[in-house]
């Protein structure tokens, strides 16, 4: 007993994972941001060239500001809590969780599935605590179930709801750059006696697009991108919890709940049976013909 306590405890740490820095994440945007000042700088540009605080004001806070006209403040406010989302990631292992399950599968197969009510309130995951009081608690398998997907659906929603505000930010930010560019040509063009300021000035009125083509496609849309993946990865780890729970109140041996669960282990290799060798199997007789009429005599 005291083993099985100290795997279950182990499992639950792997499961919960650690937060770590998404090297992804800050690795793209570092490569992002050398290749186009890189290819400033060997095109016989500087970086002063294109640091402007004004397009920078302009871009940014247009953008903001068509996000909170059209997106519900909830949402909006959520969508920027996940930003820490798309430079931190928490390190979740299927196999934490599939081992975890197992633990109680065998605890529930031997002393009944009300012997784990003492380990429902010490379980880390909120869904899996949910879904094993729920199970604790005799509730009818198929509405337990249908409880689980129906929150598995809608925290999928509101996740996909909070990396559509990013989406839409790649939409705005890019239009936002253009006016920022008009904006700099009218102060320009105030100026036309001046050539060589001229000159000078619409090159700065262009940074605006450069701001806003840039945030768009280095850290709007694939900030979207990635909240959506992690959506889905959360999701799939949901419907694990939900199959080894569904397992475990149908009594199933353990060892056929971890072969269920297994599918959701992403690189895991399923034994396949061996197939027969052409040398092993049994050759095909001929089918015996019937014995030849004898020739008829000849006359």
């Known amino acids: 007993m005291a083993e099985e306590k100290k795997k279950i405890e182990t499992t639950k740490a792997e499961k919960k994972g650690s937060l770590r820095p998404d090297l992804a994440t800050i690795g793209g945007i570092v490569v992002a941001l050398g290749g ?8 016989g540009g500087r970086v002063g060239d294109v640091a402007q605080i004004t397009a920078a004001f302009i871009v940014l806070g247009g953008t903001f500001g068509a996000m909170m006209i059209g997106t519900p403040l909830g949402t909006l406010m959520h969508a920027l809590k996940r930003v820490k989302d798309i430079f931190l990631d928490v390190s979740v292992s299927p196999q934490g969780a599939v081992d975890e399950i197992i633990g109680y599968a065998s605890r529930a197969r031997k002393g009944g599935i009300v012997s784990l009510e003492a380990e429902v309130d010490r379980i880390a995951d ?20 249908k409880m689980m997907e129906l929150q598995t659906a809608l925290e999928y929603d509101r996740s996909e709801a909070e990396a559509k505000v990013f989406e839409a930010a790649g939409g705005y930010s890019p239009t936002i750059g253009i006016i920022g560019a008009v904006l700099g040509l009218i102060q320009v063009m105030k100026h036309l006696a ?4 001229v000159g000078r000035g619409i090159a700065v009125a262009f940074v ?24 889905r990865r959360d999701m799939e780890m949901r419907e694990l919890v939900v199959e080894g729970v569904v397992g475990i109140v149908e009594g199933l041996n ?5 072969s269920k669960l297994d599918a959701y282990i992403s690189g895991g290799e399923e034994k396949k049976p061996k197939k027969e ?15 030849p009429a004898a020739p008829a005599k000849a006359a």
């Open 126 to 145: 909120p869904f899996l605590r949910k879904a094993l009081t729920l199970a604790v608690d005799g509730t009818d398998l198929q509405e337990l179930r």
């Open 277 to 291: 060798t052409p040398a092993a199997a049994k050759p095909v007789q001929p089918a015996k013909s019937a014995k």
């Open 194 to 197: 001046n050539i060589e300021e």
């Open 36 to 43: 186009i000042l890189g290819g400033l700088i060997l095109d």
């Open 208 to 231: 605006a697009t450069v701001y806003g083509v840039g945030a768009a496609n280095i850290f709007f849309l694939p900030a979207a991108n990635k909240l959506k993946a992690r959506a």
């Open 254 to 258: 353990p060892k056929l709940i971890r």
